[in-house]
């Protein structure tokens, strides 16, 4: 649209829209007026509907927050990370459940969480307890860059001492490597 | 004050229990040298607890040395040295048998001799070889390797008496010293739902398990003393990583390492007088050195990666570690004087948890080769790597203290159980356990 034309456009329609609001005032002082004896119960009235709505948006928005932290928390019942065989690296898909951790953290100052580090039984239980560690202290990072405090962060290391499942298949050595938040 | 009561609660200190552990041969070796102890001669009315003799079989063919015969093969069970038949014996290709006798000297006291005799020597001069001695003939009786004098003992030390007398016959004939008075130490872990974690100290044959700790959470990493009177271990007990120093016969424990992070991998230093361990409270894995009487330590590694499973030379000038700087983890010898470090393993991808042996001529390592993890021996001069085991998840190796023999903890179906192999990789055998887990083996020094 060019300059000229949006000038024009403003010059027509402005003047309609201060119209409409300016009518629209006078309706509202006429009824007022004219509803001279009952004006008391009016404004009760309207005072009684503007309270109802003003809860109604307290309470839609409590019951949003609410939904939140209901999702935040039932984000947080996940407090394990699984890891790749030899690596550390925190996976994308536990990014929102870090979030809502970090979250909570963050509202809770005085919250402390440790980050216990697991290792599958492959390797040997010195290098998986170095590994462990490296695991912990990767999620704690995590953490802290999404603004949690350091001191309310520690870690713990049992490399391949503790494991989830202890049948010696595949699938068990992946739930075993893992990270674990306990408050 | 209260804290210390609650950790003595927790813990229950020094419990005998059963002997859990007995000895699977998986692998013999043909080339053993042929030997037969013959069941010892008694005399006496109190019943013996156990066959010396028995023992004393299992306790050569175990060296992986010796192949000794069974009762049911010997041609003859001579009293002593004057009743071998030396052709019967020869004919069955044996070349050495060891006789005995016990006699109960009184209630609960007995007393043994015994002879170790040279059969082809004996077959030789028919057991009557004689010699100029101040200018007669006299006996020379050269057939007869070694004769005991009479020892004494309690009936409660049959198994240790025994294990002595293998020491000797091994000593005789292979000019190594024997190591099967020795004890190992090892983790186990039960399906019990209380205190699952325990430390045991058993003899190296399984027999004699003393329960040394007992914990809700992991124990790790038991390293003995040279004197063996102690074991510095790891213990979560305080939900975190601590290094602990055990007296096994006062019983008392001294917590020595509760840094933060990691606080593992004790190796005693073989004077005593020091500790290597990793600590991370600095960042990241690192290997130091405590010196146990002041406590101070001194930094070894300083990189951003793991270094990690310190282990003594045997002169104590040199640790071997484990280390992720090159990329993947391998093993390091770092001289301790100047602080350099020279790598010293390149085969397979990973080499882990190395020691020396004894004679400082190889390591014995962790190799994962193909994604598989074995025990391996490396030669130092050389640098060719052979492979020893063949089973699964191999870990944990610890060495015999003459070198003849690597204890480790193994898969075998979906139990952790401790494995033997020779330092030549030719004898094989597994030590099952009934009750759990068993892991973290240290064969103890000479006691």
């Given amino acids: 649209m060019q300059p000229t034309q949006l000038l024009k456009y403003?010059?027509?329609?402005?003047?309609?829209?201060?119209?409409?609001?300016?009518?629209?005032?006078?309706?509202?002082?006429?009824?007022?007026?004219?509803?001279?004896?009952?004006?008391?119960?009016?404004?009760?009235?309207?005072?009684?509907?503007?309270?109802?709505?003003?809860?109604?948006?307290?309470?839609?928005?409590?019951?949003?927050?609410?939904?939140?932290?209901?999702?935040?928390?039932?984000?947080?019942?996940?407090?394990?990370?699984?890891?790749?065989?030899?690596?550390?690296?925190?996976?994308?898909?536990?990014?929102?459940?870090?979030?809502?951790?970090?979250?909570?953290?963050?509202?809770?100052?005085?919250?402390?969480?440790?980050?216990?580090?697991?290792?599958?039984?492959?390797?040997?239980?010195?290098?998986?307890?170095?590994?462990?560690?490296?695991?912990?202290?990767?999620?704690?990072?995590?953490?802290?860059?999404?603004?949690?405090?350091?001191?309310?962060?520690?870690?713990?290391?049992?490399?391949?001492?503790?494991?989830?499942?202890?049948?010696?298949?595949?699938?068990?050595?992946?739930k075993n490597r893992r990270a674990v938040l306990v408050y | 004050m209260k804290k210390i009561v609650t950790l003595l609660l927790s813990l229950v200190l020094i419990t005998p229990v059963q002997a859990a552990i007995e000895i699977l041969i998986t692998e013999g070796l043909d080339s053993a040298r042929p030997i037969a102890i013959v069941p010892f001669h008694y005399e006496g009315v109190a019943q013996m607890p156990v066959k010396i003799s028995d023992i004393i079989s299992a306790d050569l063919g175990r060296s992986g040395k010796f192949n000794p015969k069974a009762v049911f093969e010997m041609p003859q069970q001579p009293k002593n040295v004057e009743d071998v038949d030396y052709t019967a014996w020869t004919e069955k290709g044996v070349d050495t048998i060891v006789t005995g006798q016990i006699y109960d000297v009184r209630p609960g006291q007995f007393s043994v001799t015994y002879q170790i005799i040279d059969i082809i020597r004996g077959q030789i001069t028919g057991g009557g070889a004689q010699m100029l001695s101040g200018g007669e003939l006299v006996a020379s009786n050269d057939h007869i390797m070694f004769a005991s004098k009479p020892i004494s003992f309690d009936s409660?030390?049959?198994r240790r008496v025994s294990h002595a007398i293998s020491d000797k016959v091994f000593e005789q004939l292979t000019g190594i010293k024997g190591a099967f008075q020795t004890k190992i130490a090892y983790v186990l872990v039960t399906e019990q739902p209380n205190r699952p974690y325990q430390l045991v100290v058993a003899d190296y044959d399984g027999y004699n398990e003393q329960e040394i700790v007992r914990s809700n959470e992991p124990l790790m990493s038991p390293s003995w003393s040279p004197d063996a009177t102690k074991l510095a271990y790891v213990t979560f007990e305080n939900r975190q990583a601590?290094?602990?120093?055990?007296?096994?016969?006062?019983?008392?424990?001294?917590?020595?390492?509760?840094?933060?992070?990691?606080?593992?991998?004790?190796?005693?230093?073989?004077?005593?007088?020091?500790?290597?361990?990793?600590?991370?409270?600095?960042?990241?894995?690192?290997?130091?050195?405590?010196?146990?009487?002041?406590?101070?330590?001194?930094?070894?590694?300083?990189?951003?990666?793991?270094?990690?499973?310190?282990?003594?030379?045997?002169?104590?000038?040199?640790?071997?570690i484990t280390s992720e700087r090159g990329g993947r983890p391998q093993l390091y010898r770092i001289e301790l004087s100047s602080g350099k470090a020279h790598r010293l393993t390149y085969t397979g991808e990973m080499n882990l948890g190395g020691s020396f042996l004894p004679d400082n001529k190889g390591v014995v390592v962790v190799n994962r080769t193909?994604?598989?993890?074995?025990?391996?021996?490396?030669?130092?001069?050389?640098?060719?790597?052979?492979?020893?085991?063949?089973?699964?998840?191999d870990e944990s190796p610890s060495i015999s203290p003459n070198g003849n023999m690597i204890i480790y903890s193994t898969l075998h179906g979906q139990n952790q159980v401790l494995a033997l192999v020779s330092v030549d990789g030719r004898f094989k055998a597994r030590l099952p356990s009934g009750v759990g887990q068993v892991k973290s083996p240290a064969w103890s020094p000479y006691m």
């Fill in chain 2, 156 to 158: 409660s030390d049959f």
């Fill in chain 2, 370 to 393: 193909r994604g598989n993890y074995h025990i391996a021996r490396q030669d130092l001069r050389t640098g060719s790597m052979q492979v020893l085991t063949k089973t699964y998840l």
């Fill in chain 1, 10 to 174: 403003l010059v027509v329609v402005l003047p309609m829209l201060t119209a409409a609001c300016s009518t629209t005032t006078g309706e509202d002082t006429a009824t007022a007026t004219n509803a001279n004896d009952t004006a008391t119960t009016g404004a009760l009235a309207q005072n009684d509907a503007d309270s109802v709505e003003v809860m109604t948006l307290q309470k839609k928005r409590q019951m949003e927050i609410e939904e939140e932290e209901k999702k935040q928390a039932a984000l947080r019942q996940t407090n394990m990370l699984f890891f790749d065989f030899d690596d550390s690296q925190v996976e994308g898909k536990y990014f929102e459940v870090l979030e809502a951790h970090a979250a909570y953290l963050r509202a809770n100052p005085g919250a402390k969480v440790v980050i216990e580090g697991h290792c599958d039984e492959r390797g040997t239980p010195e290098y998986n307890i170095a590994l462990g560690e490296r695991r912990a202290k990767s999620v704690a990072k995590y953490l802290q860059n999404l603004g949690v405090t350091a001191s309310q962060i520690s870690t713990v290391s049992y490399g391949e001492e503790k494991p989830l499942d202890k049948s010696r298949t595949e699938a068990a050595f992946s």
């Fill in chain 2, 242 to 320: 601590q290094i602990f120093i055990h007296d096994l016969y006062s019983g008392s424990r001294e917590m020595i390492a509760s840094y933060p992070g990691i606080n593992g991998a004790p190796s005693w230093s073989p004077d005593g007088s020091k500790m290597a361990m990793v600590l991370s409270k600095d960042g990241n894995p690192e290997v130091y050195v405590m010196d146990l009487l002041t406590r101070r330590l001194t930094r070894i590694t300083n990189n951003r990666t793991i270094d990690t499973e310190p282990s003594w030379s045997p002169d104590g000038k040199s640790l071997v």
